[in-house]
Protein backbone atom coordinates (compact mmCIF):
# COMPACT_ATOMS: atom_id res chain seq x y z
CA UNK A 1 0.00 0.00 0.00
CA UNK A 2 2.99 2.71 0.73
CA UNK A 3 4.66 1.45 -2.70
CA UNK A 4 1.32 2.42 -4.45
CA UNK A 5 0.49 5.93 -2.93
CA UNK A 6 4.55 6.73 -3.30
CA UNK A 7 3.88 6.25 -7.14
CA UNK A 8 0.63 7.75 -7.25
CA UNK A 9 2.55 10.92 -5.91
CA UNK A 10 5.45 10.56 -8.51
CA UNK A 11 2.94 10.34 -11.11
CA UNK A 12 0.96 13.81 -9.61
CA UNK A 13 -2.28 11.99 -9.68
CA UNK A 14 -5.13 14.37 -8.50
CA UNK A 15 -8.66 12.63 -7.64
CA UNK A 16 -10.03 16.41 -7.69
CA UNK A 17 -9.04 16.29 -11.37
CA UNK A 18 -10.48 13.03 -12.54
CA UNK A 19 -13.41 13.50 -10.52
CA UNK A 20 -14.79 16.45 -12.11
CA UNK A 21 -13.40 15.22 -15.65
CA UNK A 22 -15.37 12.04 -15.43
CA UNK A 23 -18.97 12.80 -15.13
CA UNK A 24 -21.04 15.53 -15.65
CA UNK A 25 -22.45 16.94 -12.01
CA UNK A 26 -25.65 16.09 -12.28
CA UNK A 27 -24.83 12.73 -13.85
CA UNK A 28 -22.65 12.15 -10.76
CA UNK A 29 -24.76 12.96 -8.28
CA UNK A 30 -27.08 10.68 -9.29
CA UNK A 31 -24.89 7.94 -9.92
CA UNK A 32 -25.05 6.27 -6.36
CA UNK A 33 -28.72 5.73 -7.09
CA UNK A 34 -28.22 4.77 -10.51
CA UNK A 35 -26.20 1.81 -9.13
CA UNK A 36 -28.86 0.60 -6.37
CA UNK A 37 -29.83 -2.01 -8.17
CA UNK A 38 -27.64 -3.04 -11.17
CA UNK A 39 -28.09 -6.37 -13.25
CA UNK A 40 -26.47 -7.83 -15.40
CA UNK A 41 -27.62 -9.64 -18.25
CA UNK A 42 -26.76 -13.32 -18.86
CA UNK A 43 -28.06 -15.20 -22.19
CA UNK A 44 -28.14 -18.88 -20.25
CA UNK A 45 -31.94 -18.02 -19.09
CA UNK A 46 -33.57 -16.65 -22.76
CA UNK A 47 -36.09 -19.32 -23.97
CA UNK A 48 -38.64 -18.95 -26.49
CA UNK A 49 -40.85 -17.69 -24.59
CA UNK A 50 -39.61 -15.26 -22.91
CA UNK A 51 -36.83 -13.12 -24.39
CA UNK A 52 -33.36 -11.29 -23.39
CA UNK A 53 -35.37 -8.03 -24.33
CA UNK A 54 -38.66 -9.30 -22.05
CA UNK A 55 -36.67 -10.02 -19.24
CA UNK A 56 -34.28 -6.78 -19.70
CA UNK A 57 -38.04 -4.68 -19.92
CA UNK A 58 -39.79 -6.79 -16.69
CA UNK A 59 -36.63 -6.02 -14.48
CA UNK A 60 -36.39 -1.98 -15.39
CA UNK A 61 -40.06 -2.07 -14.66
CA UNK A 62 -40.23 -3.57 -11.69
CA UNK A 63 -37.02 -1.87 -10.20
CA UNK A 64 -33.76 -2.27 -11.65
CA UNK A 65 -32.02 0.82 -11.88
CA UNK A 66 -29.31 0.04 -14.27
CA UNK A 67 -28.33 -2.50 -16.95
CA UNK A 68 -24.95 -3.86 -18.15
CA UNK A 69 -24.89 -5.90 -21.07
CA UNK A 70 -22.37 -9.06 -20.97
CA UNK A 71 -21.89 -11.56 -23.66
CA UNK A 72 -19.67 -14.04 -23.86
CA UNK A 73 -20.11 -16.43 -26.93
CA UNK A 74 -21.67 -14.37 -29.68
CA UNK A 75 -20.10 -12.47 -32.60
CA UNK A 76 -19.43 -8.90 -32.72
CA UNK A 77 -22.37 -8.25 -35.23
CA UNK A 78 -24.79 -10.04 -33.09
CA UNK A 79 -24.06 -8.10 -30.16
CA UNK A 80 -24.02 -5.26 -31.40
CA UNK A 81 -27.34 -5.83 -32.86
CA UNK A 82 -28.91 -6.85 -29.37
CA UNK A 83 -27.04 -4.39 -27.21
CA UNK A 84 -28.83 -1.72 -29.56
CA UNK A 85 -32.28 -2.95 -29.06
CA UNK A 86 -31.53 -3.42 -25.00
CA UNK A 87 -30.10 0.43 -25.29
CA UNK A 88 -33.33 1.56 -26.63
CA UNK A 89 -35.33 -0.41 -23.87
CA UNK A 90 -33.34 1.48 -21.52
CA UNK A 91 -33.12 5.02 -22.58
CA UNK A 92 -37.40 5.14 -23.17
CA UNK A 93 -36.96 4.08 -19.15
CA UNK A 94 -34.18 6.67 -18.13
CA UNK A 95 -32.25 3.80 -17.19
CA UNK A 96 -28.50 3.45 -17.35
CA UNK A 97 -27.42 0.57 -20.16
CA UNK A 98 -23.30 -0.15 -20.05
CA UNK A 99 -21.23 -2.73 -21.90
CA UNK A 100 -19.54 -5.16 -19.79
CA UNK A 101 -15.63 -5.36 -21.47
CA UNK A 102 -16.33 -4.23 -25.06
CA UNK A 103 -14.86 -0.28 -24.90
CA UNK A 104 -15.41 -0.55 -28.76
CA UNK A 105 -18.67 -1.87 -29.17
CA UNK A 106 -19.41 0.84 -26.35
CA UNK A 107 -17.99 3.85 -28.28
CA UNK A 108 -19.96 2.73 -31.87
CA UNK A 109 -23.55 2.16 -30.21
CA UNK A 110 -23.19 5.06 -27.85
CA UNK A 111 -23.47 3.28 -24.62
CA UNK A 112 -24.12 5.02 -21.29
CA UNK A 113 -20.38 3.53 -20.10
CA UNK A 114 -18.20 0.47 -19.90
CA UNK A 115 -17.54 -2.01 -17.62
CA UNK A 116 -13.97 -3.25 -17.04
CA UNK A 117 -12.05 -6.31 -15.24
CA UNK A 118 -8.26 -6.14 -14.23
CA UNK A 119 -7.46 -7.72 -17.87
CA UNK A 120 -9.55 -5.38 -19.89
CA UNK A 121 -8.19 -1.70 -21.15
CA UNK A 122 -7.05 0.27 -18.81
CA UNK A 123 -10.00 3.01 -17.14
CA UNK A 124 -7.15 5.43 -18.94
CA UNK A 125 -7.33 4.30 -22.07
CA UNK A 126 -10.93 3.92 -22.03
CA UNK A 127 -11.70 7.13 -21.37
CA UNK A 128 -9.49 8.34 -23.99
CA UNK A 129 -11.57 6.73 -26.13
CA UNK A 130 -15.18 7.14 -24.59
CA UNK A 131 -14.52 10.59 -23.45
CA UNK A 132 -15.43 12.18 -19.67
CA UNK A 133 -19.06 12.19 -20.30
CA UNK A 134 -19.27 8.19 -19.87
CA UNK A 135 -19.33 5.76 -17.27
CA UNK A 136 -16.43 3.73 -16.43
CA UNK A 137 -16.65 1.16 -13.38
CA UNK A 138 -14.07 -1.21 -13.09
CA UNK A 139 -13.55 -4.73 -11.08
CA UNK A 140 -11.14 -4.81 -8.02
CA UNK A 141 -10.55 -7.22 -5.24
CA UNK A 142 -7.91 -4.95 -3.27
CA UNK A 143 -7.84 -1.84 -1.60
CA UNK A 144 -4.55 -0.95 -4.26
CA UNK A 145 -6.25 -1.99 -7.25
CA UNK A 146 -9.61 0.16 -5.79
CA UNK A 147 -7.06 3.32 -5.49
CA UNK A 148 -5.93 2.42 -8.74
CA UNK A 149 -9.23 2.51 -10.81
CA UNK A 150 -10.41 5.60 -9.37
CA UNK A 151 -7.06 7.46 -9.84
CA UNK A 152 -6.98 6.46 -13.48
CA UNK A 153 -10.46 7.98 -13.77
CA UNK A 154 -13.51 4.92 -12.57
CA UNK A 155 -16.55 6.09 -12.01
CA UNK A 156 -17.26 3.10 -10.30
CA UNK A 157 -16.21 -0.30 -8.68
CA UNK A 158 -17.39 -3.47 -8.74
CA UNK A 159 -16.25 -5.54 -5.45
CA UNK A 160 -16.73 -9.25 -5.40
CA UNK A 161 -17.60 -12.32 -5.41
CA UNK A 162 -19.02 -11.20 -2.31
CA UNK A 163 -20.55 -15.12 -2.28
CA UNK A 164 -19.84 -18.16 -4.27
CA UNK A 165 -21.46 -17.81 -7.52
CA UNK A 166 -21.80 -20.28 -10.71
CA UNK A 167 -21.54 -17.48 -13.54
CA UNK A 168 -18.05 -17.10 -13.21
CA UNK A 169 -15.86 -20.05 -12.69
CA UNK A 170 -12.41 -18.12 -12.28
CA UNK A 171 -13.18 -16.31 -9.26
CA UNK A 172 -12.80 -16.45 -5.29
CA UNK A 173 -14.53 -14.82 -2.92
CA UNK A 174 -13.34 -12.06 -1.14
CA UNK A 175 -14.55 -11.63 2.89
CA UNK A 176 -16.66 -8.46 3.65
CA UNK A 177 -14.30 -7.17 5.71
CA UNK A 178 -12.34 -6.49 2.76
CA UNK A 179 -15.61 -5.18 0.88
CA UNK A 180 -16.22 -2.62 3.50
CA UNK A 181 -12.37 -1.79 3.32
CA UNK A 182 -12.58 -1.02 -0.19
CA UNK A 183 -15.82 0.97 -0.19
CA UNK A 184 -14.76 3.32 3.10
CA UNK A 185 -11.49 4.06 1.85
CA UNK A 186 -12.19 5.30 -2.28
CA UNK A 187 -14.46 8.32 -3.00
CA UNK A 188 -16.52 6.86 -6.01
CA UNK A 189 -19.15 4.43 -5.39
CA UNK A 190 -18.74 0.91 -4.82
CA UNK A 191 -21.10 -1.81 -5.74
CA UNK A 192 -21.04 -5.57 -4.58
CA UNK A 193 -21.35 -8.77 -7.14
CA UNK A 194 -21.01 -12.24 -6.94
CA UNK A 195 -23.72 -14.99 -5.78
CA UNK A 196 -26.27 -12.20 -4.08
CA UNK A 197 -29.52 -12.95 -3.54
CA UNK A 198 -32.71 -12.87 -1.73
CA UNK A 199 -31.09 -14.62 1.10
CA UNK A 200 -27.60 -13.42 1.48
CA UNK A 201 -27.71 -9.95 -0.33
CA UNK A 202 -28.50 -8.67 3.09
CA UNK A 203 -25.03 -10.36 4.92
CA UNK A 204 -23.50 -6.63 3.18
CA UNK A 205 -24.99 -4.33 4.90
CA UNK A 206 -22.24 -2.45 6.93
CA UNK A 207 -20.57 -2.87 3.96
CA UNK A 208 -20.77 0.55 2.68
CA UNK A 209 -21.72 -0.64 -0.84
CA UNK A 210 -24.09 1.74 -2.38
CA UNK A 211 -25.82 -1.34 -4.32
CA UNK A 212 -25.90 -4.65 -6.01
CA UNK A 213 -24.95 -5.95 -9.48
CA UNK A 214 -26.92 -9.41 -9.55
CA UNK A 215 -27.16 -11.98 -12.60
CA UNK A 216 -28.70 -15.47 -12.40
CA UNK A 217 -31.34 -14.16 -8.54
CA UNK A 218 -32.91 -11.69 -11.77
CA UNK A 219 -32.78 -13.11 -15.13
CA UNK A 220 -33.20 -17.15 -14.29
CA UNK A 221 -36.20 -15.94 -11.81
CA UNK A 222 -39.36 -17.49 -12.97
CA UNK A 223 -41.07 -14.58 -11.37
CA UNK A 224 -38.96 -10.97 -12.21
CA UNK A 225 -41.05 -8.94 -10.48
CA UNK A 226 -40.59 -10.74 -7.09
CA UNK A 227 -37.26 -11.46 -7.45
CA UNK A 228 -36.81 -7.59 -8.05
CA UNK A 229 -38.84 -6.64 -4.93
CA UNK A 230 -37.29 -8.61 -2.59
CA UNK A 231 -33.80 -7.68 -3.62
CA UNK A 232 -34.73 -4.08 -3.50
CA UNK A 233 -35.91 -4.80 -0.60
CA UNK A 234 -32.46 -5.68 0.51
CA UNK A 235 -30.70 -2.61 -1.25
CA UNK A 236 -33.27 -0.05 0.98
CA UNK A 237 -30.98 -1.20 3.78
CA UNK A 238 -27.83 -1.44 2.75
CA UNK A 239 -26.64 2.04 4.41
CA UNK A 240 -29.08 1.79 6.92
CA UNK A 241 -27.67 3.82 10.26
CA UNK A 242 -29.91 1.96 12.67
CA UNK A 243 -28.14 -1.23 13.82
CA UNK A 244 -30.33 -4.61 14.33
CA UNK A 245 -29.67 -7.22 17.17
CA UNK A 246 -31.74 -10.40 17.02
CA UNK A 247 -32.25 -12.61 19.95
CA UNK A 248 -33.90 -15.93 20.09
CA UNK A 249 -34.66 -17.70 23.60
CA UNK A 250 -36.82 -18.01 25.94
CA UNK A 251 -39.32 -15.42 27.74
CA UNK A 252 -38.88 -14.57 31.65
CA UNK A 253 -42.12 -13.87 33.27
CA UNK A 254 -40.04 -12.02 35.73
CA UNK A 255 -38.23 -9.94 33.13
CA UNK A 256 -34.62 -10.20 34.46
CA UNK A 257 -33.69 -12.78 32.34
CA UNK A 258 -34.45 -14.15 28.50
CA UNK A 259 -36.17 -12.14 25.78
CA UNK A 260 -36.95 -9.30 28.37
CA UNK A 261 -33.23 -8.96 29.59
CA UNK A 262 -32.03 -9.42 25.79
CA UNK A 263 -33.96 -6.87 24.73
CA UNK A 264 -33.72 -3.87 27.57
CA UNK A 265 -30.06 -4.75 26.89
CA UNK A 266 -29.89 -4.11 23.11
CA UNK A 267 -32.31 -1.01 23.56
CA UNK A 268 -29.79 -0.14 26.74
CA UNK A 269 -26.70 -0.48 24.03
CA UNK A 270 -28.28 1.63 21.24
CA UNK A 271 -29.27 -1.05 19.20
CA UNK A 272 -33.14 -2.12 17.52
CA UNK A 273 -33.98 -5.19 19.30
CA UNK A 274 -35.94 -7.90 17.70
CA UNK A 275 -36.81 -11.13 18.91
CA UNK A 276 -37.79 -15.05 18.04
CA UNK A 277 -39.20 -16.67 21.79
CA UNK A 278 -38.34 -20.63 21.96
CA UNK A 279 -40.44 -20.78 25.21
CA UNK A 280 -42.27 -19.22 27.62
CA UNK A 281 -41.56 -20.05 31.27
CA UNK A 282 -43.17 -19.48 34.80
CA UNK A 283 -39.81 -17.80 37.10
CA UNK A 284 -39.38 -14.82 39.34
CA UNK A 285 -36.51 -14.85 41.34
CA UNK A 286 -36.40 -17.66 42.98
CA UNK A 287 -36.57 -20.18 40.27
CA UNK A 288 -38.23 -21.62 37.35
CA UNK A 289 -41.53 -22.82 37.99
CA UNK A 290 -42.91 -24.20 34.52
CA UNK A 291 -41.26 -23.98 30.77
CA UNK A 292 -43.66 -24.20 27.62
CA UNK A 293 -41.76 -24.63 24.18
CA UNK A 294 -43.38 -23.00 20.90
CA UNK A 295 -43.87 -25.06 18.23
CA UNK A 296 -41.10 -25.82 15.83
CA UNK A 297 -43.43 -24.07 13.04
CA UNK A 298 -43.97 -20.67 14.98
CA UNK A 299 -40.50 -20.32 15.76
CA UNK A 300 -39.89 -20.82 11.64
CA UNK A 301 -42.43 -18.35 11.12
CA UNK A 302 -40.96 -15.85 13.97
CA UNK A 303 -37.42 -16.48 12.20
CA UNK A 304 -38.80 -16.33 8.70
CA UNK A 305 -40.18 -12.83 9.31
CA UNK A 306 -37.38 -11.34 10.75
CA UNK A 307 -34.99 -12.22 8.18
CA UNK A 308 -36.91 -11.72 5.10
CA UNK A 309 -37.59 -7.69 6.76
CA UNK A 310 -35.20 -6.78 8.67
CA UNK A 311 -32.29 -8.58 8.77
CA UNK A 312 -30.08 -8.66 11.99
CA UNK A 313 -26.66 -7.15 11.74
CA UNK A 314 -26.09 -9.91 14.78
CA UNK A 315 -27.94 -12.67 16.94
CA UNK A 316 -28.01 -13.88 20.72
CA UNK A 317 -28.97 -17.08 21.17
CA UNK A 318 -30.33 -18.46 24.52
CA UNK A 319 -32.57 -20.90 25.65
CA UNK A 320 -33.91 -23.53 23.44
CA UNK A 321 -35.11 -26.85 24.82
CA UNK A 322 -36.08 -29.00 22.54
CA UNK A 323 -34.29 -30.71 19.73
CA UNK A 324 -36.48 -29.89 16.92
CA UNK A 325 -36.24 -25.87 17.42
CA UNK A 326 -32.77 -26.51 17.33
CA UNK A 327 -33.08 -27.55 14.20
CA UNK A 328 -35.28 -24.92 12.73
CA UNK A 329 -32.64 -22.83 14.16
CA UNK A 330 -29.91 -24.08 12.37
CA UNK A 331 -32.47 -23.67 8.92
CA UNK A 332 -32.93 -20.38 9.58
CA UNK A 333 -29.39 -19.47 10.13
CA UNK A 334 -27.84 -21.17 7.40
CA UNK A 335 -30.40 -20.43 5.02
CA UNK A 336 -29.88 -16.72 5.77
CA UNK A 337 -26.06 -16.61 6.39
CA UNK A 338 -26.76 -15.39 9.51
CA UNK A 339 -23.71 -13.27 10.78
CA UNK A 340 -22.30 -11.89 14.46
CA UNK A 341 -23.81 -14.91 16.59
CA UNK A 342 -23.13 -15.04 20.15
CA UNK A 343 -24.70 -18.43 21.90
CA UNK A 344 -24.95 -18.60 25.63
CA UNK A 345 -25.31 -21.99 25.94
CA UNK A 346 -27.71 -22.07 28.74
CA UNK A 347 -28.03 -25.06 30.53
CA UNK A 348 -28.56 -24.52 33.93
CA UNK A 349 -30.60 -20.88 35.62
CA UNK A 350 -28.79 -19.23 37.94
CA UNK A 351 -31.73 -20.78 40.50
CA UNK A 352 -30.03 -24.22 39.87
CA UNK A 353 -33.11 -25.32 37.41
CA UNK A 354 -31.91 -27.74 34.68
CA UNK A 355 -33.82 -25.92 31.47
CA UNK A 356 -32.75 -28.39 28.51
CA UNK A 357 -31.94 -31.81 28.47
CA UNK A 358 -28.74 -34.03 26.97
CA UNK A 359 -30.18 -34.96 23.85
CA UNK A 360 -30.98 -30.87 22.82
CA UNK A 361 -27.86 -30.21 24.37
CA UNK A 362 -25.89 -32.15 21.72
CA UNK A 363 -28.00 -31.01 18.75
CA UNK A 364 -26.95 -27.79 19.63
CA UNK A 365 -23.48 -28.57 19.98
CA UNK A 366 -23.73 -29.96 16.19
CA UNK A 367 -25.50 -27.18 14.95
CA UNK A 368 -25.42 -24.04 16.11
CA UNK A 369 -22.11 -23.58 17.95
CA UNK A 370 -19.97 -24.30 14.86
CA UNK A 371 -21.71 -21.05 13.21
CA UNK A 372 -20.42 -19.01 16.51
CA UNK A 373 -18.68 -15.62 16.07
CA UNK A 374 -18.27 -16.87 19.75
CA UNK A 375 -19.68 -18.78 22.77
CA UNK A 376 -20.16 -17.50 26.52
CA UNK A 377 -20.54 -20.73 28.82
CA UNK A 378 -19.90 -20.11 32.54
CA UNK A 379 -17.45 -22.02 34.41
CA UNK A 380 -19.85 -25.31 35.09
CA UNK A 381 -21.10 -25.23 31.03
CA UNK A 382 -17.26 -24.91 30.17
CA UNK A 383 -16.63 -27.86 32.04
CA UNK A 384 -19.30 -29.55 30.21
CA UNK A 385 -18.37 -28.50 27.03
CA UNK A 386 -14.54 -29.66 27.49
CA UNK A 387 -14.48 -32.39 29.28
CA UNK A 388 -12.21 -30.64 31.88
CA UNK A 389 -12.72 -29.73 35.84
CA UNK A 390 -12.03 -26.67 36.11
CA UNK A 391 -10.11 -25.71 39.25
CA UNK A 392 -8.06 -22.89 38.56
CA UNK A 393 -7.17 -20.12 35.34
CA UNK A 394 -5.04 -21.99 33.92
CA UNK A 395 -7.77 -24.72 33.68
CA UNK A 396 -9.97 -22.21 32.25
CA UNK A 397 -7.62 -21.48 29.29
CA UNK A 398 -7.08 -25.08 28.46
CA UNK A 399 -11.08 -25.21 28.59
CA UNK A 400 -11.67 -22.04 26.28
CA UNK A 401 -8.74 -23.66 23.97
CA UNK A 402 -10.58 -27.15 23.66
CA UNK A 403 -13.74 -25.44 23.36
CA UNK A 404 -12.82 -23.65 20.61
CA UNK A 405 -10.48 -26.46 18.90
CA UNK A 406 -13.79 -28.62 19.11
CA UNK A 407 -16.50 -26.48 17.92
CA UNK A 408 -14.55 -23.94 15.34
CA UNK A 409 -15.66 -20.82 17.16
CA UNK A 410 -14.41 -18.04 19.94
CA UNK A 411 -14.75 -19.17 23.76
CA UNK A 412 -15.83 -16.47 26.46
CA UNK A 413 -15.47 -18.21 29.89
CA UNK A 414 -16.97 -16.20 32.41
CA UNK A 415 -14.93 -16.34 35.99
CA UNK A 416 -17.53 -15.73 37.97
CA UNK A 417 -18.12 -18.98 39.05
CA UNK A 418 -15.75 -19.65 42.23
CA UNK A 419 -12.26 -19.64 40.24
CA UNK A 420 -12.20 -15.91 40.48
CA UNK A 421 -15.16 -13.08 40.78
CA UNK A 422 -14.87 -10.83 37.46
CA UNK A 423 -11.99 -12.27 35.16
CA UNK A 424 -13.09 -13.75 31.72
CA UNK A 425 -11.07 -15.50 29.19
CA UNK A 426 -11.24 -14.97 25.77
CA UNK A 427 -9.50 -17.48 23.34
CA UNK A 428 -10.27 -17.03 19.57
CA UNK A 429 -10.15 -19.09 16.74
CA UNK A 430 -6.92 -17.62 15.36
CA UNK A 431 -5.10 -18.57 18.42
CA UNK A 432 -5.47 -15.60 20.47
CA UNK A 433 -6.49 -15.40 23.82
CA UNK A 434 -6.63 -12.03 26.13
CA UNK A 435 -7.71 -12.37 30.14
CA UNK A 436 -10.83 -9.66 30.17
CA UNK A 437 -10.24 -8.03 33.60
CA UNK A 438 -13.38 -7.36 35.60
CA UNK A 439 -14.05 -5.17 38.72
CA UNK A 440 -15.74 -7.25 41.45
CA UNK A 441 -18.91 -5.86 42.72
CA UNK A 442 -20.48 -6.41 46.28
CA UNK A 443 -24.26 -7.43 44.93
CA UNK A 444 -26.28 -10.91 45.13
CA UNK A 445 -28.87 -9.66 42.83
CA UNK A 446 -27.02 -11.07 39.29
CA UNK A 447 -30.43 -12.89 37.75
CA UNK A 448 -29.74 -12.80 33.78
CA UNK A 449 -26.33 -12.02 33.69
CA UNK A 450 -25.35 -14.77 31.49
CA UNK A 451 -28.12 -13.22 29.18
CA UNK A 452 -27.42 -9.60 29.53
CA UNK A 453 -23.05 -9.74 29.05
CA UNK A 454 -24.36 -11.99 25.58
CA UNK A 455 -26.65 -9.79 24.01
CA UNK A 456 -24.29 -6.83 24.96
CA UNK A 457 -21.52 -8.39 23.25
CA UNK A 458 -24.48 -8.65 20.11
CA UNK A 459 -25.12 -4.93 20.28
CA UNK A 460 -21.31 -4.60 19.86
CA UNK A 461 -21.16 -6.70 17.25
CA UNK A 462 -23.80 -5.29 15.06
CA UNK A 463 -22.18 -1.76 15.71
CA UNK A 464 -19.30 -2.43 14.11
CA UNK A 465 -16.95 -3.60 16.81
CA UNK A 466 -14.28 -6.16 16.90
CA UNK A 467 -14.93 -9.11 19.29
CA UNK A 468 -12.20 -8.34 21.82
CA UNK A 469 -13.67 -4.99 21.87
CA UNK A 470 -17.62 -6.30 22.04
CA UNK A 471 -16.90 -8.11 24.87
CA UNK A 472 -14.68 -5.14 26.75
CA UNK A 473 -17.66 -2.56 26.26
CA UNK A 474 -20.21 -5.54 26.98
CA UNK A 475 -18.18 -6.19 30.73
CA UNK A 476 -18.14 -2.29 31.44
CA UNK A 477 -21.97 -2.14 30.40
CA UNK A 478 -22.62 -5.20 32.99
CA UNK A 479 -20.50 -3.65 35.72
CA UNK A 480 -22.81 -0.77 35.53
CA UNK A 481 -26.06 -2.74 35.26
CA UNK A 482 -25.13 -4.80 38.58
CA UNK A 483 -23.24 -1.63 40.51
CA UNK A 484 -26.80 -0.05 40.32
CA UNK A 485 -27.77 -1.98 43.18
CA UNK A 486 -31.48 -2.33 41.93
CA UNK A 487 -33.03 -4.59 44.92
CA UNK A 488 -36.26 -6.43 43.59
CA UNK A 489 -37.78 -9.98 44.58
CA UNK A 490 -36.97 -12.47 47.42
CA UNK A 491 -34.26 -13.93 45.89
CA UNK A 492 -31.64 -13.30 43.21
CA UNK A 493 -32.67 -10.11 41.48
CA UNK A 494 -32.75 -8.43 38.40
CA UNK A 495 -30.18 -6.25 36.96
CA UNK A 496 -30.57 -2.55 36.13
CA UNK A 497 -30.17 -2.81 32.01
CA UNK A 498 -31.26 0.73 32.18
CA UNK A 499 -28.52 2.00 34.07
CA UNK A 500 -27.69 5.65 33.08
CA UNK A 501 -24.11 6.36 31.26
Same mark, same amino acid.
Given at each position: ?????????????????????????????????????????????????????????????????????????? /????? #????? =? $??? %??? +?? *?????????????????????????????????????????????????????????????????????????????????????????????????????????????????????????????? /????? #????? =? $??? %??? +?? *???????????????????????????????????????????????????????????????????????????????????????????????????????????????????????????????????????????? %???????????????????????????????????????????????????????????????????????????????????????????????????????????????????????????
Amino acid at each position: MKAFIERAKQNNYKLEFVNKKCLNNNLKEDLSSKLNLYAITDSSWVTATNSLNSQVSKAIEYGVTMIQYREKKK /SYVQK #KKEAR =E $LLE %ICR +QK *NVLFIIDDDVLLAKEIDADGVHLGQKDMSPKKAREILGYHKIIGVTAKTVEQALEAQLNGADYLGVGAAFKTDTKKDTYIIEHSQIKKIASTVEIPVVAIGGINKNNGMNLIGTNVCGLAVVKEIF /SAENI #KEAVE =E $LKN %ITK +QL *NRKTKTALTIAGSDSSGGAGIQADLKTFNANKVYGMSAITAITAQNTKGVFKIENVSKELLDSQLESIFTDIYPDAIKIGMIAREDLVKVTYEKLTKYEAKNIVIDPVMVATSGANLTDNKTIKSAQNLLYPLATVLTPN %IPEAEILSNLKIKNEKDMEKAAKIITQKYKCATLIKGGHCINSANDFLYEKNGNSNWIKGRKINNSNTHGTGCTLSSAIASNLAKGCELKEAIILAKKYIEKAIGANLDLGLGSGPMAHFVSE
